[in-house]
């Protein structure tokens, strides 16, 4: 239980910090539009389903109470708390229509309705923005050149789009919980990749919760099965799976001038899709030494091409009572071998 508790609070801290490392822009676009709209005496408007119903109420309670100090009332009303609204349109019309029909009635000009999803698929949730858009809302997203539609609401993420209507009410719709939704069940790749600095920072945190810290490298140009079990049998060393990723210099400076077919960004993204990949760095020297040095891991991996002697770090990490371990590869499974195979079977 102790593990598992200390899993998702690692989780809330990593969903945190993807958030400060990618949304913030969006974020704050929204709450300027936000701002605007209450000066012009406009309102927000919240609706979603289950947990997001109790989020829309939460976030309506503080607009309407404070946040952070003593303010006057910020006008905010949640779509989920009128049940006699709710159940009647549920009975005469459909559950889907609860939320679309609310905001047809009570929509007003310079308004902005925000939407939660803990699915991504909700389809009153849907049917709501899509009655914004019908009322004339128009886009004016911070990502106007990732613009969706309406109702595709599957692949949106957190903070876009944003609709918004000059002459009537304006719509930001938002769902949280298809990215929380994918990182409980398989952590999005995006929250694993990390910079050193950062990385070296948390450290202490994954080690006062009594994590042991495993280290490995590699190119990992396009990706097979070897990488696959190479990087499972390494996670079995310990707790958490730290992958420092060669760039591209460095891949080619180590494998050639035509190497790496994939490039740094791709690479890493892959790895970090993998379950046993807690978290994924860059290095553009020809070794790691430089992470090794910063994160002073627990055991360091590398696969039985290696000998003990010539690993990177191995010394530095026996030094202070750390392990190095090596891992047998899979048999016959290898980058070159692969790119051998493709030129010859594609002449």
């Known amino acids: ?8 609070l690692l989780e809330s801290i990593q969903v945190k910090e993807e958030l400060l490392r990618s949304n913030i822009s969006q974020i704050k676009d929204i709450a300027d539009l936000m701002i605007e709209s209450l000066k012009k005496n406009g309102k927000v408007i919240l609706f979603g389903n289950g947990g997001s119903a109790a989020d829309s109420q939460h976030i309506a309670a503080e607009f309407v109470g404070r946040f952070k100090k003593d303010r006057s009332a910020l006008a905010a009303i949640a779509l989920t708390t009128n049940t006699s609204i709710i159940t009647s349109l549920a009975n005469d019309y459909g559950y889907e229509v609860v939320f679309a029909k609310q905001i047809e009635a009570l929509g007003q000009k310079n308004d902005i309705a925000v939407g939660i999803s803990t ?15 019908k009322n004339g809302y128009q886009d004016c997203s911070p990502c106007r050149r990732r613009r969706r539609r309406a109702g595709k609401i599957g692949r ?11 002459k009537g009410p304006r719509s930001t719709y938002y769902y949280r919980t298809h990215y929380m939704r994918t990182r409980r069940a398989n952590p999005l790749s995006g929250t694993k990749i990390t910079g050193l600095e950062r990385l070296r920072k948390k450290i ?13 490298n590699g190119c990992f140009d396009l990706l097979h099965y070897g990488h696959v079990q190479y990087l499972e049998n390494a996670k079995k060393a310990g707790d958490i799976l730290i992958v420092g990723v060669n760039s591209d210099t460095s891949v080619s400076a180590i494998k050639g001038k035509h190497r790496p077919i994939v490039n ?18 860059l290095f553009k020297e020809n070794t790691p030494l430089k992470i090794i040095m910063a994160i002073r891991p627990d055991v360091l991996v590398k696969g039985a091409d290696w000998s ?5 770090g191995a010394d530095f990490v026996t030094g202070y009572g750390g392990r190095v371990a090596v891992i047998k590869l899979a048999k016959g499974r290898s980058t070159s071998k692969l790119i051998k195979k493709i030129v010859r079977t594609n002449p």
Not at 1 to 8: A, K
Not at 121 to 129: D, H
Not at 156 to 166: A, H
Not at 204 to 216: D, E, M
């Open 308 to 312: 003990k002697d010539k690993i990177v």
């Open 119 to 133: 699915s991504g698929k909700a389809k009153n949730v849907a049917l709501g923005i899509k009655q914004a858009k």
């Open 264 to 281: 740094e960004k791709d690479r890493m993204r892959v790895v970090a899709g993998l379950e046993s990949v807690n978290y994924v760095v």
């Open 1 to 8: 239980m102790r593990n598992r508790i200390e899993e998702i």
């Open 204 to 216: 202490p945190q994954l080690k006062a919760a009594g994590k042991k810290i495993v280290f490995t």
């Open 156 to 166: 949106y993420i957190t903070g876009r789009p944003v609709l918004r209507n000059r």
